[in-house]
């Protein structure tokens, strides 16, 4: 069973400030986070739901957050390590 994969705001502006080469790199953790969503790092306290996936994009460490359940996955945002989760804090809020 294949999960629907929605995007927030948030995650659709940062996506866009991506070169043609980086947004295919996200594409394959996209894929990758859909088929297997269990894969991310579960969070626990203030974003308690929340999971994780890093991987790397261009010599760098991503970090892309989302929250999946038997039906779908809604991407919630991206970025580098660097006030990451202050950020995903303050846009759950």
Same mark, same amino acid.
């Given at each position: 069973? !294949?999960?629907? +994969?929605?995007?927030?705001? =948030?995650?659709?502006?940062? &996506?866009?400030? =991506?070169? /043609?080469?980086?947004? &295919?790199? #996200?594409?394959?953790?996209?894929?990758?986070?859909?088929?297997?969503?269990?894969?991310?790092?579960? $969070? $626990?306290? %203030?974003? @308690?739901? +929340? @999971? +994780? @996936?890093?991987?790397?994009?261009? &010599?760098?460490?991503? #970090? *892309?957050?989302?929250? @999946? %359940?038997? !039906?779908?996955? +809604? #991407? #919630? !945002? =991206?970025?580098?390590?660097?006030?990451?989760?202050?950020? =995903? /804090?303050?846009? *759950?809020?």
């Amino acid at each position: 069973m !294949t999960r629907q +994969v929605f995007q927030s705001p =948030l995650f659709v502006r940062q &996506k866009g400030r =991506l070169r /043609k080469n980086e947004g &295919k790199i #996200l594409d394959n953790a996209v894929r990758f986070i859909q088929a297997q969503p269990e894969e991310g790092e579960a $969070k $626990k306290g %203030d974003i @308690y739901g +929340v @999971y +994780v @996936y890093k991987f790397k994009m261009l &010599k760098r460490q991503m #970090l *892309l957050a989302y929250e @999946y %359940d038997d !039906t779908r996955i +809604v #991407l #919630l !945002t =991206l970025g580098p390590h660097e006030n990451f989760y202050r950020d =995903l /804090k303050q846009y *759950l809020k």
